[in-house]
Every structure is written in C-alpha cells, then in structure tokens.
C-alpha cells in the first residue's frame, strides 16, 4: 500500500531561522508526492507537488520541497521561517491503485515563535 | 467569494439523529470530494464524486449517504449518529479526477459534535 510518513508531531522554530518538516514515502513504482497546509480553523491549501522532472520542487509562500528516491524522502523546506507559517502540514501521496486517491500523512503542527 | 464553501460550520446533535451537511464549490470544477477529520488530525477520504457518479465509496458505514444533485454540489446525510461521527468533515473539489494534476481545494470543514 502506498503510504507517507511524518515521524515529527511537532517542529518548533524561531522566526528567521529554516524550518523543515520531514515526509518519508512507501510506495511501489515513481511516487506522485503532495504537500498541503492547514491554517487554524481553515481548510487545507495544496502548497506543491512533485511528479516528475527537477527533484527541487518550488510552491506557493516560499516554500520547496526536495524529492529524494534513495532516502524515499520529500521533506518540505523554508529557508525563513515567519510566525504566519504556523500551521499543520500534511504530506500526501497518490495511491498507485487509484488515480482518484491521495493519502495523508498524520501531520506536523509548525510553531514558529516570534 | 468562498471557491468551497461548506454549511453548516458547526454542527451539535444528539446521537441517534440524522444530520446533513451541504457542500457547493463555484470553480467549476467536475470532481468533489468529503474527507473527515478526527481528533487527531488525521484526515481520510470518504467519497467522491465525478461528474455526478460516485467514483470513491471508502469503508464507511452505510448511515453516511452521500449525493451530488450535480456537479457544483456535494451534500453528506448521516443517519442515526454516534459519538464515534464527532469530527471535522472537509469537503473538496478538483479538476479531473486524477489527483497527479489536479490539487485539491478544500473548504472550511464543518465540525459536527455528537452528544
């Protein structure tokens, strides 16, 4: 089955500094990779996707994310952070058994502190 | 104007009721979508809709109904609800149904509360 994984809850950063939120990824085959962030009381905004082609994807907000094959990483990346960057992010992937499916990750709540 | 737009926003009820909530997005977009959100945060797909046609059915209990008078429009019915249904269900809409080149945009999510 395809799936990803955040093994952070949490990532507590101060403003100004890089914040990273970490997705690793199980699945059979080239994987369709998502990120999506969830602002408080707020639905979820898509931020970038990475399917094929540079492994260095660029998103909404000044957000990138690396698509890396040998650590089955997609790690989401932001080289300052700001106090409105406190959010969930949720990692997803596209199920290879259905075009129609994305699956979540459980999520990292960011807290950037000013 | 709100793409996705959600009623109700909140929602308390007393187990054993039957509940709708209404789901309309004016992107124009054909495919639509409900997720649920639970206490944890963890989000999963319980239907979706192309066109009008169910595509996505997940193991969901059969008190949950959903129906899509057309392709703007995606309401969720539940019938005899339990404590277990408190939580946040999101709706969604896309472009196309697959999900490789079409994002998802979600509306505000509708938190039903059972007592």
């Known amino acids: 089955a395809q799936s990803v994984a955040q093994p952070e809850d949490q990532v507590n950063v101060a403003e100004g500094n890089p914040l990273t939120v970490k997705c690793t990824y199980s699945?059979?085959?080239?994987?369709?990779l998502f990120w999506y962030v969830q602002y408080p009381n707020r639905g979820l905004q898509f931020l970038l996707k990475?399917?094929?082609?540079?492994?260095l994807v660029k998103g909404s907000y000044g957000f990138e994310a690396e698509f890396n094959k040998s650590q089955t990483s997609f790690h989401l990346k932001k080289p300052s952070a700001l106090v409105s960057d406190s959010a969930l992010y949720f990692c997803?992937?596209?199920?290879?058994?259905?075009?129609?499916?994305?699956?979540f990750g459980a999520g990292t709540t960011v807290t950037v502190r000013a | 104007d709100t793409a996705v737009s959600q009623t109700p926003k909140y929602l308390v009820t007393q187990m054993g009721n039957d509940k709708s909530i209404k789901c309309e997005q004016n992107?124009?977009?054909?495919?639509m979508y409900w997720y649920k959100q639970d206490s944890k945060k963890f989000l999963k797909i319980m239907f979706s809709y192309n066109n009008k046609e169910l595509i996505i059915n997940e193991t969901v209990p059969n008190r949950f109904s959903p129906k899509s008078p057309d392709k703007a429009h995606l309401n969720l019915h539940i019938n005899s609800l339990e404590l277990g249904d408190s939580a946040v269900y999101f709706c969604?809409?896309?472009?196309?149904?697959?999900?490789?080149?079409?994002?998802?945009?979600f509306g505000e999510g509708s938190r039903l509360t059972v007592l």
């Open positions: 992107l124009g977009h054909d495919t």
């Open positions: 990475y399917i094929t082609g540079d492994n």
């Open positions: 699945v059979s085959g080239n994987p369709y």
């Open positions: 969604a809409s896309s472009q196309g149904v697959n999900v490789g080149t079409s994002s998802l945009f």
């Open positions: 997803a992937v596209r199920d290879l058994s259905n075009d129609y499916k994305l699956s």
